[in-house]
């Protein structure tokens, strides 16, 4: 990359814009390794885990527990594949909201799968929630009638109006 300066000298900045580029990439690469290194969770020994859980509140250790719980009577029901049903999908959603570390507390479910039932259940309470609630229209029969009557017209006019521009 050459730039000119007025007087048309040129200045090579290709290594310098180069050198600075590896430099930024090797600090984010450098950032983004650290931060994935301190968010990752502890694979430690159940010590060590216990002290971690002291910092919890009750509520949030109940909620893991029942979010646990659920996950092994959904394996109960079956030795091969478990079959999950709408209910316990809505438990786990659910469950899983309460919970401040629900990525590893889920076992038997992936996370973006969670996250998928969490997005539809979000679509059928909104579905649900703004549908009607009497099946008779908020506007007058008559005036739809007028409306569509008035529509009517006005495309007959227009192609009317159309067919005589042609001629």
């Excluded at 509140?57 to 079956?78: F, T």
């Excluded at 539809?120 to 569509?148: G, M, N």
């Amino acid at each position: 990359m050459t730039l000119f300066s007025c007087d048309g000298e040129v200045f090579v900045m290709a290594g310098i814009l180069t050198h600075l580029r590896r430099l930024k990439d090797g600090c984010l690469e450098a950032l983004s390794s650290r931060f994935a290194r301190w968010t990752k969770p502890l694979a430690s020994s159940l010590p060590l885990q216990t002290l971690a859980d002291l910092g919890r509140s009750k509520s949030e250790l109940l909620a893991e527990n029942a979010l646990l719980r659920q996950q092994l009577i959904i394996l109960r029901r079956q030795v091969k594949r478990p079959h999950i049903t709408r209910t316990d999908r809505v438990l786990l959603v659910l469950l899983a909201r309460l919970v401040r570390t629900w990525k590893q507390a889920l076992i038997i479910v992936q996370p973006d799968t969670l996250l998928r039932w969490h997005r539809e259940l979000f679509r059928l309470y909104w579905k649900r929630r703004s549908k009607a609630s009497s099946h008779q229209p908020k506007v007058a029969a008559e005036t739809i009638a007028l409306r569509r009557r008035d529509g009517d017209e006005q495309s007959a006019s227009c192609e009317l109006s159309a067919f005589a521009g042609n001629w």
